[in-house]
């Protein structure tokens, strides 16, 4: 029964460029992978600052396990409410300048477990379109309305909020956005938030640490909330959400993704801290991102390619879900690693090739990057 469903969906995957197969990494070292007996250049990362590589990160995180052990054993409603964890939050909300921080396992999780608690029946939330599949099932789990604005786009969002009521109102988006690489317009929100009343909830997981005065992100002056992940320009894993004062103990309260989760060890809280010390001095790493990262967008739209994109990442857009896929494995003969975003990631038949720079990034590796892409998409003609 379920065999035949099963089989037929993933036929129809097929069929329409949408399988999913991830090829199989054997080990990554720095900026390379190995994959099919390949050694290749790998631009689909989200270690923006190259930190989950990095000795001095490796080490420290061993000496936390070392001290701490492995596991909480339990969730922080039980006996996982470890002193390490409380001092770890107060720092990061220090750090980031909000009231309050709280951990959760990931990203994913810390999306669901923030907009289901804080949101319910009768409240409303508008987001931006292409906010990330952990928010759009956050959202949807409170039993909130919702209403969608065009990517961006702060004169739909101001017409959104004209036909709200006396309901109270949130606004999801990001900073920088996880496919379309593009800036959350700050000052249009900010613009916004002083005619209307609605609470911003703000995703910087790509931003923080790797963009932004000490890797701040963007969103500080406009977001209440603000959710960073440490799986990527903090080269570790989890995630924090800085909120309000007052926030973290309703959570602790009605949050089932945080009251029903071991939490993550004494010794994550621990390396968070090392990390946030590592992240403050990070401007070179920061700067050479920037650096690198522009050079690529102007080397490929020389090269007549459309890519958007005001950040590490960048959108090489491509359309056709096929033609994204074979372009990718193309690139992969040639020993560069980079991924085809297809729908429902991004919209149908807006497929892009999802490029990710990172700080390990050299020019020799971006000029290479373009010749390859050049000669893959001359093959594909
Ligand atoms: C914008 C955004 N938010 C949240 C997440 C989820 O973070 P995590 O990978 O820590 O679960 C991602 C990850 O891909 C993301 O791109």
New binding site residues.
């Given amino acids: 029964m379920f065999a035949e469903r099963f089989k037929n969906r993933l036929m129809l995957q097929q069929q329409t460029g949408l399988y999913r197969q991830p090829p199989e990494v054997k080990i990554r070292d720095g900026k390379y992978l190995s994959i099919e007996e390949r050694r290749v250049l790998n631009f689909a990362s989200?270690d923006y600052l190259g930190l989950g590589v990095s000795e001095e990160l490796r080490q420290r995180a061993a000496r936390n396990f070392g001290k701490y052990g492995t596991s909480s054993s339990s969730s922080r409603l039980v006996s996982g409410n470890y002193s390490i964890i409380n001092k770890a939050e107060k720092e990061y909300a220090s750090y980031f300048g909000y009231g309050d921080a709280i951990f959760f396992p990931?990203?994913?999780?810390?999306?669901l477990g923030i907009l289901s608690t804080i949101l319910e029946r009768g409240d409303t939330v508008i987001f931006d379109k292409h906010?990330?599949a952990?928010?759009v099932k956050g959202m949807t789990m409170s039993g909130a309305n919702f209403l969608g604005y065009n990517h961006n786009s702060m004169p739909h969002l101001g017409k959104r909020l004209e036909m709200c009521g006396s309901q109270q109102v949130a606004v999801l988006t990001?900073s920088l956005?996880?496919m379309d690489g593009d800036l959350l317009d700050v000052t249009g929100l900010g613009k916004l938030k002083e005619r209307c009343r609605f609470l911003a909830i703000v995703?910087e997981?790509?931003a923080f640490g790797a963009i932004g005065s000490g890797g701040r992100g963007i969103a500080g002056p406009v977001a209440d909330i603000a959710?960073g992940?440490?799986?990527?320009a903090f080269g570790f894993?989890?995630?924090f959400v800085l909120l309000p004062e007052g926030f973290k103990e309703y959570l602790f309260n009605f949050s089932s993704p945080l009251i029903y989760t071991t939490t993550l060890p004494e010794a994550h809280a621990a390396t968070a801290i090392d990390i946030l010390e590592i992240i403050e001095r990070s401007e070179d790493r920061r700067k050479h991102l920037r650096d690198v990262s522009q050079f690529l967008k102007e080397g490929l739209r020389l090269e007549g390619f459309r890519v958007t994109g005001d950040a590490h990442i960048l959108a090489l857009e491509i359309g056709d879900e096929a033609k994204a896929v074979n372009m990718a494995r193309k690139l992969l003969q040639r020993n560069i690693f980079v991924l085809p975003a297809r729908y429902p990631t991004v919209p149908l038949h807006r497929s892009i090739l999802r490029i990710g720079v990172t700080a390990l990034h050299e020019e020799e590796d971006i000029t290479s990057f373009i010749d390859h892409v050049k000669g893959a998409s001359g093959e594909l003609k």
Avoid: L, P, R
């Fill in positions: 989200n990931s990203g994913y999780q810390a999306n906010i990330h952990s928010s990001e956005f996880s995703d997981a790509h959710v992940t440490f799986g990527k894993f989890g995630a």
